[in-house]
């Protein structure tokens, strides 16, 4: 896990991480700025907590990075302050991991589902694994709420940190190299998405930018230039896309509901994956560690309440 300040930032996910079936299995590795100011306070309900001093955290990539450097177990799963386990999560992840799978992924579900927007932005983000889902083998998996084996990830070597940023492309280049991903949905995890468009807005745009900007590395002008032309048509692509992933009566009644908001937030997205391709990636990197922490802030009132306030 990875707090950019103290404590607090991160308490109630590592509450639920606490609270798991097999928690006198687990090393929880928390990435701050410094352990004086993380202020951990009374001692951790697992088997082992790994403190990782970073300076400034500037990225969500790196600060990842840091930790999966520094953990000692042979499969490290990442973590986030607004994503929930269930209790038996990593149960099922370790039981999954016994399999010929590279990485194993969860089910998600969301965490506030009271508005279009957190909906949208769910959908947007983990459409492919939204409850309920059949298990299986994947192409790609959960972005910063999946499982892996270790050795795997530190054999990229320097390349680890920025594929932290963009694990869909990591995952791509897993699959090209001959692993093989699996989503548990037995493994369940409730997700708290961005309720608010002033927030939202902005992320979807750096989202956009930076994976487009890390996709364009090594690609040659006459492909870039073909990304750019044709980037007015992934809002299309992804929309397609994302009605096949509404799966059962509730959810193609919520995928309907947000639908003005889907399109939207694909709009933006698809803009800053056109500026990505043409012009790299530029601060959208750095830019989404605001959007990253403190989703309290990025909430509406009544979200932040329910969620964060138990109110």
Known sequence: MVSPDGFSAIRRTVAHIGSQTCRDRLELVIVAPARAELELGEPLDVAKVTV?????????????????????????????????????????????????????????????????????DLFIGYGPWLEPVPAGEVEFLPGHNTSYRRETLLALGDRLDPMMETETLLHWELRAAGHRLYLEPAARIA????SRWSSWVPAQYHNGRAFAGARRAGMTLWKRAGYVVGAPLIPLVRLARLARTARGVTLRRRFVRCFPALVIGLGIDGLGQLVGYA????????????????????????????VFEGG
Not at 92 to 120: D, E, F, K, M, Q
């Open 52 to 120: 990782v001093e970073a300076g400034t955290v500037g990225s969500i990539g790196r600060a990842n990075a840091l930790g999966i450097r520094r953990a000692t177990a042979p499969i490290v799963a990442l973590a986030e302050d607004h994503s929930f386990p269930d209790p038996d999560w990593a149960e099922h992840l370790i039981r999954a991991h016994a399999g010929p799978w590279t990485a194993v992924g969860p089910a998600v579900r969301n965490a506030n589902p009271r508005t279009a927007v957190s909906w949208a």
């Open 191 to 194: 997700h708290t998405n961005f």
């Open 279 to 306: 012009l790299g990636p530029g601060s959208s990197p750095r830019r989404l560690a605001r959007y990253e922490f403190h989703r309290a802030r990025h909430l509406t009132p009544r979200d932040r309440r329910e």
